[in-house]
């Protein structure tokens, strides 16, 4: 723990739920402006993990660090430094999609003048200008998603986690949000990305941690898992192989 290079430090980490453990002892590092796919079956333990991660729930056991910062201690520090789009894009209903802009610019302490600038750039990227006015209720979910989104990159985060981010997006702007993931990772921004979206993660991630029963099958760059498995071999047949034997509880 405690290296320079890294945005993410997990070590031993255990999230239990009486005696079951969705998450079972699991280490691993990120390197700052890595993007870096996590993959797993429905139930593998994906979700909690970025839960613990961004401070939705308490491990049971073991330690974890953001930009050096301790996860059980110093979450309020590091809520100031990271993003997160959940799987479901849980907006405030009743306001307009500007109203919520500047509702999260304000609780990130994003400068007025600064949220004037950013904010018009973000509708106008994600297409949704004519909505700016739109009571967010109305909105599909795809909508909704591209709002969250927009949301989480107002205030620039270090560490964007990413739950099913493209889910509910229509091809244009999965192919915007992807395009957008990749310029920020070269920019320096960590990408701790969750999908079953396995030819995106194939594309994208730099290194790929496939993780099932709580516990991490395979963590490696896409070409030494195909080295490993064989030249021929995809993603999704590396994927299959590893989790095809296990169990999808988590």
Not at 13 to 23: E, P, Q, R, S, T
Not at 40 to 50: E, Q
Not at 234 to 241: G, K, Q, T
Request: proline share 4%.
């Amino acid at each position: 723990m405690g290296n320079i290079n890294n945005a993410v430090e997990v070590r031993s980490l255990v999230k239990k739920y009486g005696d079951f453990k969705a998450v079972n002892d699991i280490s691993f590092d990120i390197k700052k402006g890595e993007i870096f796919a996590f993959l797993g079956p429905n139930g593998a333990g994906k979700t909690t993990t970025v839960k613990v991660l961004t401070g939705l729930l308490k491990p049971s056991s073991g330690e974890a660090e953001i930009l050096g910062m301790n996860v059980l201690t110093e979450m309020d520090l590091i809520k100031r430094k990271i993003g997160f789009v959940p799987d479901q894009p849980y907006v405030y209903p009743y306001l307009t999609a500007f109203e919520y802009m500047r509702t999260i610019g304000d609780i990130y302490k994003v400068p007025a003048e600064q949220q004037k600038k950013i904010i018009p750039e973000l509708f106008e990227m994600f297409e949704i200008v004519d909505m700016s006015d739109k009571i967010i209720d109305s909105f599909s979910h795809g909508m909704k998603q591209k709002l969250v989104i927009s949301g989480v990159l107002l205030h620039k985060p270090e560490v964007m986690f990413l739950d099913e981010p493209l889910v509910g997006l229509d091809p244009k702007s999965a192919r915007i949000v992807k395009e957008l993931f990749t310029g920020l990772s070269k920019s320096g921004t960590t990408i701790f990305m969750c999908t079953h979206v396995l030819e995106i993660a194939q594309k994208l991630a730099d290194r790929i941690c496939i993780i099932n029963d709580g516990k991490i099958l395979a963590l490696d760059t896409f070409e030494n898992l195909r080295k490993k498995d064989g030249l021929s071999a995809d993603l999704e047949s590396i994927y299959l192989r590893l989790t095809e034997t296990a169990g999808s509880r988590g």
